[in-house]
């Protein structure tokens, strides 16, 4: 093993540690603003990788049925909801045409848009504008009405989420894998190194996120008021933030950045329907090492599951995810001796 | 016919039953399918242990029983190691992985489990997959048939009745461990630790041997499948199939034993003809049940989280517990100190939360025969005092000190086996169990049976003396005729004075109750300070938090006032009532 070697292993291993990092993030603010462990984080990958695909081919693709019968459901639900509250009926017509005018708008340009086969730009904004509105449609009917359970019960209803999307990942995307063209072929080398256009963008997309998500907490009220909701919900609740509005911001957060993170993949895997999975738990093993809770943590931990990814798999390749998920174990005991007993009553 | 009586008709009715079905004509699928249905109710009995009781959880139940299996597989096949010894070699190494995992984990807080065994799960069947000596991902063949005094278990029916006499022993074995004193710790622990610590329950421990002990099920599960299927690969180890398991025992009830083995039926039945439905729905096939399974499981933890066996226990008669314990001997108890002697010296205690000092160098004594009245108005620091003294929280400077031993930075459960016993301000119980039930965790630290004499029931004589204590310091407390309520039924009073009956279980030396008369009518407040005076003159030592200041006034011997984490005063009540900066905290000044 060269330095060149280690040139080429140390930037694959950042490139996907940069990704993981957005998923990481997404976790950690996931659990901090409504306590749910989201498993499924990873299945918005894949859907975005697979949506593009698909779009590719000039087929519709599944998600946006998804998207329709998801957002009917909780249409449904809301309407329900409000009519007995004891809303006037006409009023509860028009809240649930309004809730679904988005999603009708997304199903209509998709359909009309998908056998043009547009530019691979287009296509992407298209799957990030499908994908995103799954997160909070999820929240509303997975996870709302159990907001105040116990992180245990979250935790398994996670668990049901995730079986029941990579099962109709299966039904919209089929059991072969795809692999997305690159967003920019252009290829510089320096030395040994040779850097793609896509590794590039991976790091500036990512970089940009990371730059807007922190804008977004420090100087906008909306983010502000989810940092409330994760430091105390009853806190918030009462100086009038609404915790489910802060769920489903949450939640539509952790599935546009699943799907943009599945953009930045796609080109540099072959994606299969359940491909999703493990990438979201390597960001579950970086969000790990900040405790669930500390941001820059969890991006360090990202880029350290990114290196020892690439060279597990490098020096033994077929152990590559006994070695990425084994060393939660070490990071662990880490951090049972760090914090000791951070328990909580519930 | 007695409802136990008829619990017990149920039971041996379909213990024959199942004894009866493999000489029936039943088909073999049928019998195939028992099998497997009871190889699965081993692994969800652990997770009902796990997550029903303990308020735990696990996805990586699947490799333990790839554990067993594997270990079973590997022996048998490549070195012939008799079946009968595999089996508990794989235990040993089942149980070495859980001692690790828990180990690491069960320190933090409750998610950080779940998410290690999801790593598990994944880990170990990568590492299955690629291990050429495990055959890789095609696994092992000629996995030999158990034996069994000659008889060669290979087929469905000859298998079944090994299969199931395991099932029903290890039902029943865990139906006795939840009926016991390790039983009781084990549910005190999923409320969070607090009040289990005050009880004396290691947590700890408690949670890792859950853990394990889940995790030897699955073992033998694996084991039992590995010599059942006669091949192993990684497959069914996986942890698509650790979430199943999770599935079946919510499914059926993740709070009932019995819930199991109906979550195991009912999701294995539901599988197999989903499995037939499904790929000719979507015209190819593919694990299209999981999307089914996916979305029931969020179903029913919105709809019904109590599951399928909920509905059948909610319509059967409820059993009350046998008093069987009226002649047993009592417990041994505590020698008390000398009436006047100081039991309790806290000396400068300071609590700092940050830059708040919650605390300020309070110092203050509790003789034995006496009750000290600890009062202030709210926010002055008198919960954080207790919590002080009771080891929940750590000084951040000062000296606590029992019969002059310093018991300031011992763990709570430590300071409870040194005599301190206590009540929350927030009632802290487990709501699904009896008065009874409850009050004897009070006496957890007078027993000394663990899991294993609790399966096996050899701990009867030990919980009848413990049932008879806490039916003792019920009645004294008079709430003789409740004993067999469940305590989440009861009014917030009654609650009160159970938390009272079970500290005074554990037979302390210094009794702290914070807020006793909250909530409790003025027949029930004048009771209590008559069991109070009761005790004192018995040369119980209490420190006493109350806010009913007619009952403080009428029965403490001396008060200490608190106001902004500072001792304001201390004082016999005459002294306390006429002191005006004691007026000047409660009421303000006039300017």
Redesign the interface.
Same mark, same amino acid.
């Given at each position: 093993m060269d330095a060149s070697i280690v040139g080429i292993l140390m930037l694959d291993g950042a490139t996907n540690g940069a990704v993981y990092a957005l998923l990481a993030l997404a976790i950690v603010l996931v659990f901090a603003v409504t306590r749910v462990?989201f498993?499924p984080q990873g299945e918005f990958v894949a859907y975005g990788a697979l949506t593009l695909a698909l779009l590719q081919l000039g087929r519709v693709p599944g998600t946006v049925w998804l998207l329709v019968v998801l957002a009917l459901l909780a249409a449904v639900l809301d309407a329900v909801q409000r009519a007995r509250r004891g809303v006037p009926l006409a009023q509860v017509i028009v809240a649930a045409l309004k809730s679904l005018a988005i999603p009708a708008l997304i199903v209509g340009v998709t359909l009309w848009a998908a056998p043009l086969k547009l530019p691979l730009v287009v296509q992407s904004l298209l799957t990030l504008a499908i994908v995103t509105p799954l997160g909070p449609l999820v929240y509303r %009917?997975?996870y709302e009405?159990?907001a105040d359970?116990? #992180? +245990? &019960?979250l935790?398994?209803?996670s #668990? !049901? $989420?995730? /079986?029941? +999307?990579? @099962?109709?990942g =299966?039904?919209f995307f !089929?059991?072969e894998g795809f692999r997305n063209p690159s967003f920019w072929d252009a290829r510089f080398s320096a030395g040994a190194l040779s850097l793609s256009g896509q590794t590039i963008i991976i790091f500036l997309v990512s970089i940009a996120l990371i730059v807007a998500l922190y804008l977004f907490f420090e100087r906008t009220l909306r983010g502000k008021a989810l940092r409330a909701t994760a430091v105390n919900r009853l806190g918030a609740r009462l100086m009038g933030i609404s915790t489910s509005g802060a769920g489903h911001l949450s939640f539509g957060l952790a599935a546009f950045i699943g799907a943009l993170s599945g953009l930045l993949i796609g080109p540099a895997t072959t994606m299969f329907y359940d491909s999703g999975f493990?990438i979201g738990?390597k960001g579950? #093993?970086a969000a790990?090492f900040g405790g +669930?809770a500390s941001y820059p943590a969890a991006a360090l931990g990202a880029i350290f599951v990114g290196l020892l990814e690439s060279f597990g798999s490098f020096w033994a390749s077929?152990?590559k995810?006994?070695i990425v998920?084994?060393v939660?174990?070490p990071v %662990? %005991?880490w951090?049972?001796f760090q914090?000791?007993?951070?328990?909580?009553?519930? | 016919m007695s409802p136990r009586a008829l619990r017990r008709y149920v039971l041996i009715a379909f213990a024959v039953l199942l004894a009866l079905m493999p000489q029936l004509p039943v088909p073999e699928f049928w019998i195939t399918q028992a099998n497997y249905i009871g190889l699965y109710t081993l692994v969800a009995l652990g997770l009902v242990l796990l997550?029903g009781v303990a !308020?735990?959880?696990s /996805?990586g139940q699947a490799a333990f029983v790839g554990l067993g299996a594997y270990t079973a597989a590997y022996l048998t096949v490549t070195y012939g190691v008799s079946p009968w010894l595999t089996v508990w070699i794989g235990l040993g190494v089942t149980a070495l992985a859980a001692l #690790? =995992?828990a180990w &690491?984990?069960l320190?933090?807080?409750?998610?950080?489990l779940? +998410?290690?065994t999801?790593?598990?799960g994944?880990?170990l069947y990568?590492?299955l997959g690629?291990i050429d000596a495990l055959g890789k991902y095609d696994g092992l063949l000629g996995i030999p048939a158990l034996k069994f005094f000659g008889i060669e278990l290979n087929t469905g029916r000859s298998y079944f009745y090994l299969l199931w006499t395991l099932v029903l022993c290890a039902t029943i074995a865990l139906t006795h461990l939840l009926d016991s004193r390790a039983g009781r710790a084990l549910r005190a622990v999923k !409320? @969070?630790?607090?009040m289990a610590e005050a009880m004396g329950v290691n947590t700890f421990r408690t949670k890792v041997t859950a853990f394990v002990l889940a995790a030897l099920l699955a073992s033998v599960s694996g084991w039992l499948f590995a010599h059942f299927q006669r091949t192993v690969n990684p497959s069914p180890f996986g942890l698509?199939m650790g979430?199943e398991y %999770? /599935?079946m025992a $919510?499914v059926g009830g993740v709070g009932h034993v019995w819930g199991a083995l109906v979550g195991a039926s009912a999701v294995q039945i539901l599988k197999d003809q989903l499995q037939v439905w499904l790929p000719k729905l979507?015209g190819?096939s593919?694990?299209?049940?999981?999307? &089914? /399974? @996916?979305?029931?499981? $969020?179903l029913v933890?919105?709809y019904a989280?109590d599951g399928i066996w909920a509905f059948v226990e909610s319509r059967l008669p409820r059993v009350h517990r046998k008093v069987d314990w009226v002649d047993a001997p009592a417990l041994a108890s505590r020698p008390r100190p000398p009436h006047g002697e100081v039991v309790l010296d806290v000396n400068a205690v300071r609590k700092e939360f940050g830059g708040l000092v919650a605390v300020n160098d309070v110092s203050f004594q509790v003789k034995a025969g006496e009750i000290l009245g600890l009062i202030g108005p709210n926010g002055a620091g008198k919960s954080t005092t207790f919590n002080l003294v009771t080891g929940v929280l750590p000084a951040t400077r000062g000296e606590v000190r029992l019969m002059g031993q310093r018991i300031d930075g011992l763990p709570s459960r430590e300071i409870a086996r040194r005599g301190v016993s206590r009540t929350f301000q927030h009632v802290k119980m487990i709501a699904g169990m009896t008065v009874l039930e409850n009050v004897a965790l009070g006496a957890h630290l007078r027993g000394h049976r663990g899991f294993p004499s609790a399966l096996l029931r050899l701990d009867r004589a030990e919980e009848r003396s413990l049932m008879r204590e806490a039916e003792a310091q019920l009645v004294r407390i008079g709430m003789g005729a409740s004993i067999h309520e469940l305590a989440g039924n009861l009014a917030l009073g009654p609650q009160r004075l159970m938390e009272i009956a079970r500290a005074l279980c554990a037979d302390p030396t210094l009794l702290l109750l914070d807020e006793p008369a909250a909530g409790l009518r003025h027949k029930e407040k004048q009771g209590l300070a008559d069991v109070l005076r009761q005790l004192r003159s018995e040369g119980l030592s209490i420190l006493l938090v109350e806010h009913d200041m007619d009952l403080v006034m009428g029965l403490v011997d001396r008060v200490v006032v608190m106001e902004f984490g500072t001792k304001l005063i201390e004082g016999t009540p005459d002294v306390v009532q006429a002191s005006p900066a004691v007026r000047a905290a409660y009421l303000g000044t006039e300017h």
């Open positions: 462990i498993i %009917l997975a009405k159990l359970a116990t #992180v +245990l &019960v935790l398994i209803v #668990v !049901g $989420v995730h /079986f029941a +999307l990579t @099962g109709l =299966l039904v !089929g059991a493990l738990l579950f #093993v790990i +669930l077929a152990f995810e006994v998920f084994t939660i174990i %662990l %005991l951090r049972s914090h000791g007993h951070d328990d909580e009553e519930e | 997550t !308020g735990l959880t /996805f #690790v =995992l &690491v984990t320190r933090m807080s409750g998610h950080y779940p +998410l290690a999801i790593a598990w994944l880990s990568y590492l690629n !409320g @969070g630790t607090t698509n979430i %999770l /599935f $919510v979507m190819t593919g694990n299209y049940e999981m999307i &089914v /399974f @996916g979305i029931l499981l $969020v933890l919105q989280r």
